[in-house]
């Protein structure tokens, strides 16, 4: 489930990168997730987070599909409350 203040786009599968290796990094607004993929020495992007206060839903959609990534809009807060026993 995406968090409430963020829309997310999944680039890679995190089974796919060495455990341990992820960073999160921002840059113009967004919160990229990094990693190095098993068996390199570089890092690549695994997953993108668009703030909902500057990213609409179509707008992260679409920068999504053009990174080749799979979306999820934000969850609406109660919707996360209620899946992690939050009041």
């Known amino acids: 489930m995406p968090y409430p203040n963020f ?4 680039i890679k599968s995190p089974d796919a990168f060495e455990k341990g290796s992820f960073r999160n990094i921002a840059r113009g607004g967004l919160q990229i997730i990094i ?8 890092t ?14 179509e707008k ?20 996360f409350s209620d899946e992690y026993g939050l009041e």
Not at 37 to 42: A, I, R, V
Not at 60 to 77: I, L, P, T, V
């Open 7 to 10: 829309h997310s786009c999944r």
């Open 35 to 42: 990693g190095k993929l098993k068996g390199k020495t570089t």
């Open 44 to 57: 690549t992007t695994q997953a993108i987070r668009y703030p909902v206060g500057s990213w609409g839903a």
């Open 60 to 79: 992260a959609r679409a920068d999504c599909k053009d990174k080749g990534g799979n979306f999820e809009a934000a969850a609406k807060a109660q919707e």
